[in-house]
């Protein structure tokens, strides 16, 4: 199924199922089932009919496989019940659903598969298959299946949708918040409210035997249900709703019915995750644009949208219910009408543009072009609609602990490389700046500005230059800042940024994984600089004598009659031991992250509710934070941790410009080439950020602005070089979790693993503008930020870094090296691509990235200045080298976004 060609990113799906046991022959008659004309949906799935003693047809009904409400019991119940049956007296055989006659649409007739009403066995009438084949006997049957595409109801042109729907408002069949997780429990409330007005309890038994294929375990006939192309080209269910089909000719009208469940229901294979229930019930003799499957298309095309089910969940009345589904329908024909006039006006304006011959600033224009209508829109969406306040507002915390935290800590990594000219208040003032202008005017918002750790170690390298040739460390660090800001600029002008295009998912997902181990690799290195300080000291140590006992014995003697203790020979050192300090590091560092990890992941647990689930998740980050802040500064006290900085005093001397004019032209032509180097670093870093910020699962509607934003870090980072601040650019993971922060998600369930799609996501600038607020207001309580333990802010260095896997395939493929094969999660590149192919591309990629970490993290200081150039290598290695070891259509497969 999930190799079939697909033609467009949403359709419809129309399953059918048919269980056949074939009757007796003399009680069978063979006719060639022919389609109904004007529908090649509509396919009669049945090859036998059903007939009594005497010939005459049955009702057009018992062409079905009757459902065993109707009086007829097919041989695999049979099997499931009548041996287990005994204990019913013959009376309640007589008269359950075990009798032989079924007395459906007032025709009695003779059903082979009975059971002796005395006995408990076959009947005679029977007797003639137990002697040609134990089939039946067996419970096995055949099941027919089949998949079919159907279009989209397109509610501009077709009039009937549109009817349908008001049809649907006017005769409501609503059920909110239906407390059942029984399939038959389901069906069986919906055909309740649908039928019960017109008194006929044959129609609801009808109903329920069109509804259902199978007697023994039930399983619905016909359903529709919304697919897509999942990411990378696989094949994606809609697991939170379906709609399920029958026609039957007891009644005189359509009938649809409504059910939002309560809790998810586990309905079967593809929809193991659905809220809303959907049933249409036809006279058998409809007209073409309005029998079961017409209108059923109807709703199915209405419930595909994900951001509509999201809005129906969270309704609490019927009306707006109503309402919410009126307004869609509207909307959706209005779209409809509108798709084809806008399809023929981006053709002309793309070839209005491809006739622009001059490329200088086309990128810039282009991303203006799209940016600029929706700039108003970039401050609405962050408060109208849906939980909009609530996660503008839990962003908002989540981005201010997220940056302060690292500004923090690469604070004191910086002041210490540079001897204090480069220290945390000033790393907070290029925050604030860089992230409020970026803010207000970048046209990606969702990327978030950060120092990172690849520039505190470019810095370290300019120090030691600087110190090696005695050139002035301000004036040095801001000539090669202001050689990056003119490249990036250039790149910019010439629209460079088209280069991404060939930067695939595995070098955008390599170098994330290298951010995310380059924040582990500074969290453990920093536990382990405390332990070497305060845990593996001599005084913790006794040191041995010749003969191998200790010279220094603590040898205590107890006396329980006067509670006297007595130390015999103990010596103490002078400093003491401190164990207890690192102990206390781990406690918190650890703690950070397993609290901040479980509450993240708290809305995949069955505690609390929806709602208060999905808030915990949202304030993981900033509870973590501030509950293990508690533990160390307060509930601790009485071990003394290092005190994570020292504030200095806030002054304005620090605004003044540094004096460029004293470098030599030597030194000048030599930051041109740091500045060229650093450059790609942004130009990687920046670009690649905004990719994975724009990635096709993220569904952003407003547009790419690649070119601008690569133009608004550099006249960011011009300002920064000339103050001698420490510099900024988009930074990693940050800006991914900046969106999926902003999100509102599914979650579908396949083969057991669970696993979420992002329905829509809030592009909003508010969640940036007030998080650099706030951490402009934190410098000036420093003195307070000081309070916050060192391991807690390498605790959020963890957390970061692992919550940055959730998502990350190159990370998932690692894991399946170590996994049992049975519990393989069915992606889609599980489905294309052979497993020995997958091992070895993921082993590819493994290699990359130790080369990556080789450099990255080797002690070697001007070795790292190519650290940049090795990140630019990974595209043409990508598109040279490994497609002689991995075909190109695997590649494509397991490669793309």
């Not at 005395?118 to 089939?135: A, F, I, M, Q, V």
């Not at 409020?436 to 970048?442: E, K, N, P, S």
Request: hydrophobic share 40%; net charge neutral; proline share 5%.
């Amino acid at each position: 199924m999930e190799n079939t060609p697909l033609t467009q990113d949403v359709e419809l799906t129309v399953a059918c199922y048919t269980d056949e046991g074939p009757p007796p022959p003399y009680h069978r008659k063979s006719s060639q089932p022919s389609p109904p004309s004007g529908d090649t949906l509509a396919i009669d799935m049945s090859g036998n009919t059903l007939v009594p003693h005497g010939g005459n047809m049955t009702s057009p009904e018992s062409s079905r496989r009757r459902h065993k409400s109707e009086g007829a019991i097919p041989v695999a119940t049979l099997n499931c019940q009548a041996s287990g049956n005994n204990h019913l007296t013959p009376n309640q055989r007589k008269n359950s659903m075990f009798g032989s006659r079924s007395t459906i649409s007032g025709i009695k007739f003779d059903d082979p598969y009975i059971v002796n009403s005395e006995d408990g066995k076959l009947s005679d009438r029977t007797s003639w298959k137990t002697s040609d084949s134990d089939d039946d006997e067996t419970g096995l049957t055949l099941m027919y299946s089949k998949h079919e595409k159907l279009p989209m109801k397109d509610f501009s042109l077709e009039v009937r949708a549109a009817m349908d729907v008001k049809n649907f408002l006017k005769k409501t069949v609503l059920i909110l918040d239906l407390n059942k997780l029984s399939l038959d429990e389901i069906i069986d409330e919906i055909l309740h409210k649908l039928l019960d007005s017109s008194g006929s309890k044959h129609s609801f038994d009808q109903a329920r035997s069109a509804l259902f294929t199978h007697d023994c375990v039930h399983q619905l006939s016909r359903t529709l249900q919304c697919t897509s192309i999942s990411e990378g080209g696989g094949f994606d269910y809609d697991q939170n709703w379906i709609c399920a089909l029958a026609s039957i000719p007891s009644i005189q009208s359509r009938h649809v019915g409504i059910a939002r469940l309560h809790r998810p229901a586990n309905l079967g294979t593809a929809s193991q995750e659905v809220y809303f229930v959907i049933v249409v019930l036809t006279p058998t003799k409809e007209k073409g644009t309005k029998n079961e499957l017409e209108t059923g298309r109807t709703f199915a095309t209405i419930m595909s949208d994900p951001e509509l089910r999201m809005k129906l969940l969270e309704v609490n009345t019927e009306s707006e219910f109503k309402e919410i589904l009126e307004a869609h329908t509207n909307a959706l024909a209005e779209k409809q009408k509108n798709w084809t006039s806008e399809k023929a006006m981006f053709s002309a304006e793309n070839q209005e543009q491809s006739s622009f011959r001059c490329s200088l600033f086309r990128g810039i224009r282009e991303d203006l072009r799209r940016r600029i209508p929706v700039y108003v829109s970039d401050y609405k969406d962050g408060v109208v609609g849906n939980k909009s306040i609530q996660k503008t507002i839990s962003t908002t915390f989540f981005l201010y602990f997220a940056c302060l935290m690292p500004s923090i800590a690469f604070g004191v990594l910086n002041s210490n490389n540079t001897k204090g000219q480069l220290n945390v208040e000033k790393v907070l003032y290029s925050q604030t700046f860089g992230g409020l202008v970026f803010a207000f005017f970048g046209g990606t918002p969702h990327i978030v500005l950060l120092t990172t750790a690849p520039l505190a170690l470019y810095t370290k390298i300019i120090y030691s230059i600087c110190e090696d040739f005695d050139i002035d460390f301000p004036a040095m660090y801001a000539c090669v800042g202001l050689w990056n800001s003119l490249f990036l600029f250039l790149y910019s002008a010439f629209d460079l940024s088209v280069l991404m295009k060939w930067s695939t998912r595995s070098s955008e997902e390599i170098f994330a994984l290298f951010i995310s181990i380059a924040f582990c690799v500074d969290a453990f290195k920093d536990a382990f600089r405390n332990f070497a300080a305060h845990y593996h000291i001599p005084a913790c140590t006794l040191p041995a004598t010749a003969g191998g006992q200790s010279a220094v014995n603590n040898s205590i003697t107890s006396n329980l009659t006067d509670s006297l203790v007595n130390v015999v020979n103990t010596t103490v050192p002078p400093s003491g031991c401190e164990r207890d300090v690192s102990l206390l590091y781990l406690l918190l560092l650890l703690g950070t992250l397993w609290l901040g990890v479980t509450l993240y992941n708290f809305t995949m647990t069955p505690y609390l509710n929806a709602g208060k689930r999905e808030l915990l998740a949202d304030y993981s980050l900033p509870v973590a934070v501030v509950i293990m802040s508690f533990f160390g500064s307060y509930i601790f006290r009485d071990v003394q941790l290092e005190a994570s900085f020292i504030p200095s005093e806030l002054s304005l001397d620090v605004f003044k410009l540094v004096p460029i004019y004293n470098l030599s032209v030597g030194a000048v032509f030599g930051a041109m080439g740091l500045g060229f180097c650093l450059s790609l670093l942004f130009f990687m870093d920046q670009n690649i950020s905004a990719a994975l910020v724009n990635a096709p699962q993220n569904k952003l509607k407003k547009g790419t602005s690649y070119h601008w934003d690569l133009l608004v870090c550099g006249v960011i980072n011009a300002v920064l070089s000339l103050l001698a601040f420490p510099w900024v650019h988009a930074a990693l993971p940050h800006s991914p979790l900046h969106v999926r922060a902003l999100a509102d998600v599914e979650e579908r369930v396949d083969q057991g693993h669970i696993y979420q799609i992002v329905v829509r996501v809030r592009e909003t600038r508010l969640t940036a503008i007030f998080s650099h607020i706030l951490i402009g207001l934190s410098i000036l309580i420093l003195g307070f930020l000081a309070y916050i333990p060192t391991p807690v802010l390498y605790g959020l260095f963890l957390y970061v870094g692992v919550t940055a896997l959730y998502g990350n395939q190159l990370f998932e493929r690692i894991m399946l090296l170590i996994t049992e094969q049975s519990a393989y999660p069915p992606n889609h590149y599980i489905r294309r691509v052979p497993q020995r192919k997958i091992h070895l591309f993921t082993l590819l990629q493994i290699l990359q990235l130790a080369v990556l970490c080789a450099l990255g993290f080797t002690p070697y200081p001007y070795l790292k200045m190519f650290f940049p150039v090795l990140i630019f290598l990974l595209i043409p290695l990508r598109h040279k080298v490994i497609p002689r070891f991995v075909h190109q259509k695997f590649l494509k497969a397991i490669d793309g976004h």
